[in-house]
T-cell receptor, first 115, second 116 residues
């Protein structure tokens, strides 16, 4: 069973640009959530999508957005990049919420560097 | 709001010894889930163990056990018989069960290095 796949793994952008990151969840999983990891702030929840609908949202500015497609693949977009957006962006998938043990399956992340 | 605190400095552990990683939490939610994840240098977060706030018994998963003390709001991870492959960052996390378990609040993590 293939795991969570994130692309690209590494990318470099300059301030003011925008970036799109992609996440393919485990086959059959309908929930995809995104996290930002930085040395200073640690791991922070960005948003979660379930069946193409945003179900939860963290405390990030509107420059951070996402979407989910009918095949459960998800993308997140960051517009007008700032230096502070340099981070490891992790995607996680799970089947559903009801009665499970809370296991999220994470990808290896997309490491974004903003110059 | 939920808050997770992990304050231990980096740890060196002798292979085959046990190690305890501390985690305290704060929440006003009546029910919640507690998790431990491992992050090796590759970056991927690996699920280790889960404890529901209403679970009476401490969770165990192979060499991992969670010492859950609800009154003290602590959820310490115990790794028995450490192996070299256990070297990683370890994160404690929690979620409000009522809203599902996909919105996790993470602690800052504990660095563990297992030495032969």
């Amino acid at each position: 069973k293939a795991g969570v796949t994130q692309t690209p793994r590494y990318l470099i952008k300059t301030r003011g640009q925008q970036v799109t990151l992609s996440c393919s969840p485990i086959s059959g999983h309908r929930s995809v959530s995104w996290y930002q990891q930085t040395p200073g702030q640690g791991l922070q929840f960005l948003f979660e999508y379930f069946s193409e609908t945003q179900r939860n949202k963290g405390n990030f500015p509107g420059r951070f957005s996402g979407r989910q497609f009918s095949n459960s693949r998800s993308e997140m977009n960051v517009s007008t990049l700032e230096l502070g957006d340099s981070a490891l962006y992790l995607c996680a998938s799970s089947g559903d919420l009801a009665g499970n043990t809370g296991e999220l399956f994470f990808g290896e992340g997309s490491r974004l560097t903003v110059l | 709001a939920q808050k997770i605190t992990q304050t231990q400095p980096g740890m060196f552990v002798q292979e085959k010894e046990a190690v305890t990683l501390d985690c305290t939490y704060d929440t006003s939610d009546p029910s919640y889930g507690l998790f431990w994840y491992k992050q090796p240098s590759s970056g991927e977060m690996i699920f280790l163990i889960y404890q529901g706030s209403y679970d009476q018994q401490n969770a165990t998963e192979g060499r991992y056990s969670l010492n859950f003390q609800k009154a003290r709001k602590s959820a310490n991870l115990v790794i028995s018989a450490s192996q070299l492959g256990d070297s990683a960052m370890y994160f404690c996390a929690m979620s409000p069960v009522l809203y599902g378990n996909n919105r996790l609040a993470f602690g800052k993590g504990n660095q563990v290095v297992v030495i032969p």
